[in-house]
């Protein structure tokens, strides 16, 4: 979606966006037809109003709040690939594993 319908959908004014693209709470993609927003950012874009006008969040909280959801999501990924690793690994190695996590866990 153009930045137009990203500002629409969210009901916030070109300042604000360009508030938020500066804090790198929303990176949006650049092409020929200037920035592109994706469902993902629409999210964003929520969760940043959530935080500011119904919570009450400040600039630095927003901040942080949007870095440790990114963290979060990045961790996701690397969990998701060991997870996807272990499976196309052998039974046998699977239940070492699966053993091993459990010991440390304890």
Do not use: Y
């Not at 804090?23 to 920035?35: A, D, H």
């Not at 109003?49 to 942080?64: F, R, S, Y």
């Not at 979060?72 to 060991?82: A, I, N």
Request: proline share 1%; charged share 35%; aromatic share 4%.
């Amino acid at each position: 979606m153009d930045e137009l319908e990203f500002r629409v959908c969210l009901k916030i004014d070109v300042t604000v966006l360009d508030v938020w693209v500066e804090q790198g709470w929303v990176v949006p993609r650049s092409s020929e037809k200037g920035r592109q927003f994706r469902d993902a950012d629409v999210a964003r874009g929520r969760l940043i109003l959530d935080l500011i006008d119904t919570m009450g969040v400040n600039e630095a909280g927003v901040d942080v709040a949007m870095d440790l959801l990114d963290q979060v999501h990045s961790l996701r990924g690397t969990l998701r690939e060991l997870v996807e690793a272990l499976n196309a690994e052998d039974e046998a190695v699977r239940r070492r594993i699966v053993a091993k996590i459990e010991t440390i866990a304890e």
